[in-house]
Nanobody, 121 residues
Framework: QLQLVESGGGLVQPGGSLRLSCTASGFTLDYYAIGWFRQGPGKEREGVSCISSNGGSTWTVDFVKGRFTISRDNAKKTVYLQMNSLKPEDTGVYYC??????????????WGQGVQVTVSS
């Protein structure tokens, strides 16, 4: 069974950067498209970005486009979310999951436990 673990969160000042990692265990990552989601305080969880199983296609939600970049290294069983120019409204718990990745993310399963990102001065 695919298991995913997020890491790389923390506290960062506005304008700063973080790189989140989503690492797989229990199964190869090669067959899975992976998505990143976030849940801000008092908000519903929302899709942020996703990447196809071979990394050939990606999707990113408009409000982070140009600031967040998703990538993957299947040899390391890891998907990354590089987050630049962070804003306070990017604060939340970030999750990764196996998904169907197209124009948006659907069919999410095998969720990780989440990692906290706090953007504050």
């Amino acid at each position: 069974q695919l298991q995913l673990v997020e890491s790389g969160g923390g506290l960062v000042q506005p304008g700063g950067s973080l790189r989140l990692s989503c690492t797989a265990s229990g199964f190869t990552l090669d067959y899975y498209a992976i998505g990143w989601f976030r849940q801000g305080p008092g908000k519903e969880r929302e899709g942020v970005s996703c990447i196809s199983s071979n990394g050939g296609s990606t999707w990113t939600v408009d409000f982070v486009k140009g600031r967040f970049t998703i990538s993957r290294d299947n040899a390391k069983k890891t998907v990354y979310l590089q987050m630049n120019s962070l804003k306070p409204e990017d604060t939340g718990v970030y999750y990764c999951a196996a998904v169907r990745c197209g124009f948006g993310v659907t069919g999410a399963h095998s969720w990780g436990q989440g990692v906290q990102v706090t953007v504050s001065s």
